[in-house]
Structures are given as C-alpha cells and as structure tokens.
C-alpha cells in the first residue's frame, strides 16, 4: 500500500487551544506525524492537483476566508494564533463582516481549533495527500494511505472546527465520483463523528456516510451523529450513524462495524474512502473508548472484507507514544484482505 505524507502539512502548529475551561496545549500537534513516520515506513511526496478540487466540496468564499484568516489577524494587531469568541447560537446570517473577529465566529464553530501562521499550507497539503492516494488507487493500486494532517472529518462546506479546516475525506470522495468511480461509500472509524462530512453529503443520493462513533449526547461534536438522522432529500437513507457508549470494547464495536460494512455493500458502492482516527484506542486522553492495538488490526481486517479499492485518510489519534503503532496495525489489516 502507498502511502503519501508531505512535511509541508507540519507548518500548522497552534500553540495552544480552549478545552473544558481553560487553555491548553494543542493537542493535534505536528508531533503526531513523528510518531506516525517512525512506524508507517516510507511515504511519497503527494502532487500538487490545485485548488479546483477542494473549491468542488467548499465555499469559495470560506477559502478565501481561511487562506488570509491569520494574515487579517495580525494586520487587526493581534498577537499569537486567530481564535474566534464570538459564535451565533441558532442560525448563521451572511453579513459582510469586516472584522477578523466576526470572519472567525462565522466560519468556526469551536475555541478549540485555531489558525496559526501555517494552517492554510497544511490544509492545503493534507487535501493534496488525500488526492494523491486516490491517485494512486485510480492508475493500478487497490489501496493507498494519505497521512493528512490537519485532520479533516469535522469541516464542513463553509466552516472548521475540530481540529479540521478542509475535509480531506470528502475532497477525495468528490474526486473520485467526479472520475466516474462511484457510487462512493465513505466509512468513518474516529472516535468523533464526521459532521463536516455528514452535512458536505446529507442531501446527496451518490455518496454514502457511514459513521461508527461516540454518542453526541455525551462527546464532541454534540450537535450532530444521532442514529435518526439519516440524510434528506436525494440523500434520504445514504447517511448510517451508529452512535456508541464511552467504555465501548471490541465486544460491541465489532458487530456494529459489521452492520456499517452490510449497509454499504447493500448501497451497492464502487470506491471506499475510509477516515481513520486511532483515537478510538483505550489510551487515548481525550476519547472514552476501550479498543486496543489488536482491536486496530481487527478493524483494518473487517473493512477488508468489502474488497472495494479503497483511499484511507487520516483523523485523529491523540496518544503520540502509540499513534503510530495503532496506525501500522490499522494498515496491516487492511492489507490482510
């Protein structure tokens, strides 16, 4: 399996985040990517595809937005990272903001994800990562790994959060149904619901979302994930989410990821892009389930099983001494089918 990685996704480095509080060190920090490196082996350099195909699933005005955000922050004569305060509780208005402050409440949902100096470039080649694994995947590989980071599952068309900026998942889906390659699945396994990609593909009848994740009732993002929503419109029945407790084990996670795997064979989907998060491992500190290094292989090995070819984009995973270790066992199991 390739897998694609440039260090060009390193120049995003917060240095700190609102959490529960009170401020805190950023925990999807470039030492993730260490650890990843150290046990993944080699990776190759992603190609540079452009902007066209992140504008085909985002805003155009909320990516001007994010490629000026943190230059706009220091001209307002700010210090440190852009980090909005200011968040409308009910409905979003379309105002011509003329202040950073605002642009940051309008288009960011959390304190907890902040625009740093370099967050655009690593956005940017996270999304270029996830287009060459699928690259990869459409000229002769049946699989590919793109260790994208930022993260990309929580973005939505017009707004970041959770840690994410540009939904690399749903960037690599859009691309490989726009070559013909669909229907598309995409099957999220992190530990935090997908909301940016629910919502990118709610009222779509040509994309599956498939999530297996905490219960909002108790974890982030809250606001979204619950097993009755299920998509409208042309997308009625294409979203599939399987809520689950904190404490969860293999014991239960197993046969829900089984369901999830049947409901995407009965979509009849053509191409898988999965979004991994290693924070469903029992260590990790700030995720409640209790999967374990084995239990990663286990579900690389059940997904496997589709025997669809198939992108795999990162997300989060926040316990840096076994991040990596998590992953390579993630990966190994896939390549087990």
């Known amino acids: 399996m390739k897998r694609f990685f440039s260090k060009r ?18 925990a999807e920090s470039p030492a993730r990517v260490d650890s990843m490196l150290d046990a993944i082996g080699a990776v190759e350099e992603p190609n540079d595809q452009g902007i066209e195909p992140i504008l085909a699933v985002h805003d155009t005005d909320y990516v001007a937005f994010l490629q000026t955000a943190y230059d706009d922050w220091l001209a307002a004569g700010r210090e440190g990272d852009a980090i909005g305060y200011a968040f409308p ?32 470039e690593a956005a940017y080649w996270g999304a ?9 995947v459409t ?19 017009d707004y970041y959060g959770g840690y994410c900026y540009l939904n690399n998942a ?40 498939a999530s297996i994740h905490a219960d909002p009732k108790t974890d982030y993002p809250y606001f979204w994930g619950h097993a009755d929503e299920t998509g409208e419109g042309d997308g009625k029945g294409t979203t599939f989410n399987q ?30 892009v999965i979004s991994y998060g290693a924070d469903t491992f029992e260590a990790d500190p700030i995720s409640a389930f209790e999967l374990t290094t084995i239990d990663m292989s286990r579900i690389g090995s059940l997904i496997a ?11 989060g ?3 840096i001494d076994a991040l990596g270790r998590n992953v390579e066992a993630f990966l190994a199991g896939l390549e087990s089918g």
């Open 89 to 120: 509780a009910v409905h979003r208005r379309k105002l011509d903001l003329t202040r950073i402050d605002g642009k940051l409440g309008a288009y960011g949902f959390d304190a907890a994800t902040p625009i740093a100096s370099g967050t655009w």
């Open 305 to 315: 099983t589709l025997d669809l070819p198939a992108v795999t984009v990162m997300e």
């Open 170 to 209: 749903a960037i690599a889906a859009q691309a490989a149904i726009n070559r013909g390659l669909g229907p598309v699945a995409v099957l999220d396994v992190d530990y935090h619901h997908g909301n940016g990609t629910q919502d990118i593909f709610y009222n779509r009848g040509d994309v599956l979302f």
């Open 139 to 157: 000229v002769g590989e049946n699989q590919a790994f793109a260790l994208c980071r930022p993260p990309g599952h929580h973005s939505g068309t």
């Open 243 to 272: 809520p689950l407790a904190r404490g969860t084990t293999w014991e239960q996670y197993g046969p829900t990821l089984e369901r999830a795997l049947e409901v995407i064979s009965g979509f009849g989907a053509k191409f898988l």
């Open 9 to 26: 996704q390193t120049a995003h480095a917060p240095l700190r985040e609102l959490n529960n509080g009170e401020w805190t060190d950023f």
């Open 317 to 319: 995973g926040y316990n």
């Open 128 to 136: 270029q990562t996830a287009l060459s694994a699928l690259n990869a």
